[in-house]
């Protein structure tokens, strides 16, 4: 049965209204918490980022965002980490200078390829196709069709932990990972029109 209400981190790193509207369309009622306590108690997550992640890991740590999403995780309770929310959950990132990040996934976030002669660019703007590890449809379905996502990133995930499925910009990388309550995507499920609902609606459904 869906879990209609849902706590959408606000930490000041997030495009928080798409996220949020695009939940409400899901079937979901969320609740924007911008208070680590609040964020402590809740029992389903959504963390989205855009912009920096160097930023965005600093007004985590400034907030205590990172110990109340910790107590989340250790509660079982489901998270859904998008693009900069992903990128923060791996142990370092390059990005303007080497970071710390959450250590969730044991890796590494470093720059995409950019490749001029075979038209590749960085950031990786638009829409690509998600394709699940051994053609796993409990995220993504069957319908290849309906497995393109809107992607907006520069920086990629080099990690030990197998991914959930890859896309790719000029190289393979990971698009999605699940560990323990944890689903962590690169691409923007509120910026991917139906495919972005369907996947919202496979998280709200989602019982770890």
Not at 67 to 91: K, Y
Not at 115 to 130: F, Q
Not at 156 to 175: D, M, S, Y
Request: proline share 4%; charged share 20%.
């Amino acid at each position: 049965m869906r879990s209609r209400r849902v706590a959408v981190v606000d930490y000041g790193s997030g495009n928080v209204a798409s996220v949020v509207n695009a939940l409400r369309s899901a079937g979901a009622e969320p609740e924007v918490l911008n208070t680590a306590e609040a964020v402590a108690r809740a029992d389903r997550v959504v963390l989205p980022g855009v912009g920096a992640a160097g930023t965005a890991l600093d007004r985590l740590w400034r907030g205590g965002f990172d110990g109340a999403l910790t107590a989340v995780h250790r509660a079982g309770h489901p998270i859904l980490a998008i693009c900069i929310g992903m990128q923060v959950l791996a142990e370092e990132l390059e990005e303007f200078g080497l970071k710390r990040g959450l250590g969730w996934i044991a890796g590494r976030v470093v720059k995409l390829a950019d490749d001029a002669k075979s038209g590749i660019r960085v950031p990786h703007m638009g829409w690509s196709e998600v394709v699940p590890a051994n053609d796993d449809s409990t995220w993504f379905g069957t319908d290849p069709a309906k497995r393109y996502f809107y992607f907006c990133h520069s920086y990629r995930l080099v990690g030990k932990q197998a991914a959930a499925a890859t896309a790719k910009h000029g190289t393979v990388f990971t698009a999605a990972l699940q560990f323990d309550s944890v689903l962590a995507v690169q691409f923007h499920p509120e910026k991917s029109s139906t495919n972005g609902r369907n996947l919202l609606e496979r998280f709200l459904d989602w019982t770890p």
